[in-house]
């Protein structure tokens, strides 16, 4: 498991997309932050602060990490290297946790840097320090938790196509809609007292909660539940390929 998951992070590393990706992650986030004179701008925000970074950054990353994922089954699928994969000595899960733990190992490779934006923060406050540390925490946790449920769905797209571009495309709406679609639908006020429960469903109202600095258990339960469902979907995935690939043999020995 631990070879096949050095395998995805190096695969990445090697690709001119892996670096695009990063480097288009920290420069918009760096321009909206730092340069562009809008109200996103720290400087002209007046407060030593991060909330912009973290409300930037879940936009940014429904771009960012279906490029990420896009490529972990579907390559596999289109290069014909499915099959041989999956007849090594792991199990489905293995195979799907391998994937998923290097999709996000890569997003906090990209968050990284960003701790330099906390550092300049924190020496730009008067009086020197004077941010909301625990506010910033829990928005980076929560940020963490939101990215890896666009991992676990871009991991679940990418296993059910070949083409790469379909995965990304199908894996930015689908985590859209996961992000912001349900707080939408809610904020129609259609389906009265329902409208609570509907915007809970979505991602955006936990991962505002955990910007509080509150990192509440609920919020972790959601998140990881959000996970383990598309990963349980990816293993499906799988599996029915296993069956059509047993079907066809049985009707060709036929």
Do not use: C
Not at 51 to 62: G, H, K, R, T
């Amino acid at each position: 498991m631990y070879t096949l998951y050095k395998k995805e992070i190096f695969a990445f590393l090697n690709s001119l997309i892996g670096y695009i990706a990063i480097v288009v992650f920290l420069l918009i986030n760096g321009l909206f932050l730092w340069i562009f004179p809008m109200g996103f701008n720290i400087i002209d925000y007046g407060y030593a602060s991060l909330d912009n970074l973290f409300m930037i950054s879940p936009f940014v990353f429904l771009f960012l990490i279906p490029a990420i994922t896009m490529r972990s089954f579907a390559d596999e699928k289109r290069g014909g290297t499915i099959e041989m994969l999956l007849t090594k000595p792991l199990t489905d899960m293995q195979i799907i946790m391998s994937k998923y733990l290097a999709g996000v190992s890569l997003v906090i490779f990209s968050l990284l840097p960003t701790f330099i934006y906390a550092v300049s923060v924190y020496l730009l406050g008067l009086p020197k320090g004077n941010m909301d540390m625990g506010g910033m925490w829990g928005s980076y946790i929560g940020l963490l938790f939101l990215a890896s449920a666009f991992v676990a769905i871009g991991i679940f797209v990418s296993s059910i196509t070949d083409n790469q571009i379909v995965a990304f495309m199908l894996a930015l709406i689908i985590s859209g809609f996961a992000y912001i679609g349900f707080g939408f639908v809610a904020s129609l006020s259609l389906f009265g007292k329902a409208d609570l429960l509907i915007m809970s469903l979505g991602i955006e109202a936990h991962y505002a909660s955990m910007s509080r600095g509150v990192v509440d258990t609920r919020d972790v339960i959601y998140f990881l539940s959000v996970i383990g469902i598309f990963l349980l979907l990816t293993k499906t995935s799988l599996e029915s390929r296993k069956w059509e690939k047993q079907e066809k043999s049985m009707t060709e020995a036929e």
